[in-house]
């Protein structure tokens, strides 16, 4: 098994739901994205786990979503709980779903920067 999923699996009981860390895991982002989150997060010893995992290459594979992913991420923490964009993220939705909610409420950057992965080929 991947290192990095193993250290992510034994942790799970241990991170709460709402953290950004565990939205990035729900969301598949890249493990130092988890990683960054983690410190954020205030789980140093999980955040510590990963790092070293990733360090000796130990990872798994990029995937081309990881990117978006984690920048939905970086945007949920700066919208209000009860926005339907920030829930969706929350939930790891479809990205066609995210982008629709954003547009519906305003959110041009959330959307525009959808559109533009979508334009990229990342579905």
Do not use: H
Not at 4 to 20: C, F, H, M, W, Y
Not at 40 to 67: H, K, M, W, Y
Not at 69 to 93: C, F, G, M, Q
Request: charged share 25%.
């Amino acid at each position: 098994m991947d290192p990095v999923q193993r250290i992510l699996d034994e942790s799970k009981g241990a991170i709460p739901t709402n953290s950004l860390t565990a939205i990035a895991i729900l969301n598949n982002c890249e493990p130092a994205a988890v990683a960054a989150f983690a410190v954020n997060d205030g789980l140093q010893a999980l955040a510590a786990s990963l790092f070293s995992a990733i360090e000796v290459g130990e990872s798994r594979t990029e995937r081309p979503l990881a990117c978006i992913r984690s920048r939905l991420v970086e945007v949920y923490r700066d919208l209000p709980p009860t926005s339907r964009t920030a829930k969706l993220i929350a939930s790891a939705a479809r990205l066609e779903e995210i982008s629709e909610a954003a547009e519906e409420e305003g959110l041009v950057s959330i959307a525009a920067m959808l559109v533009e992965a979508e334009q990229e080929g990342e579905q």
